[in-house]
């Protein structure tokens, strides 16, 4: 893959990086710090990409790896994570009932719920990305939508 490739399929993937790296750290800056240091790492191991057609996939593998590593930082930083839950509390208040239910899922159903409904990642896609089965992937959005429909209770409106 060209430079100019890898500019195109970057801007072509930037909400997707960004709604991705949201929904595992739940804070806007780390994300940012997250978008930006998997798409440095990206164009350094460019060359490691055996095939031009799984470049989101694998640039989200990275993505994943990158807002791992910068929650275990977090985590060994107790006053800092205190102060964060304060600024997720705040920043909560402003997003829609549904995107507060998705921030209550585990971290695995958050992800898969983000790469397929946001992202249009196939579950395929998605199994690769996760380093995880089709079945597994299946499980995490089935119980996602449930635990979800538990959070949020029926709200379609029945009119006669």
Request: charged share 35%.
């Amino acid at each position: 893959m060209k430079k100019e490739e890898f500019i195109e399929e970057v801007r072509a993937s930037e909400e997707m990086l960004y709604h991705t790296a949201l929904s595992v750290l739940r804070n806007e800056a780390d994300t940012a710090d997250a978008v930006q240091e998997a798409l440095l790492k990206a164009y350094e191991n460019l060359p490691s990409l055996r095939e031009d057609r799984y470049f989101r996939s694998w640039l989200v593998r990275i993505l994943l790896n990158e807002c791992y590593r910068i929650q275990r930082h977090q985590k060994k930083i107790v006053a800092y994570e205190e102060y964060m839950d304060q600024e997720e509390a705040e920043q909560a208040a402003s997003y829609s009932e549904l995107y507060q239910a998705i921030l209550l899922l585990s971290r695995e159903q958050r992800v898969a719920v983000t790469l397929f409904y946001i992202d249009g990642f196939s579950i395929e896609e998605i199994s690769r990305i996760m380093g995880t089965g089709k079945s597994t992937v299946k499980t995490r959005l089935y119980r996602a939508r449930a635990r979800l429909r538990e959070l949020l209770g029926d709200k379609e409106e029945v009119t006669c």
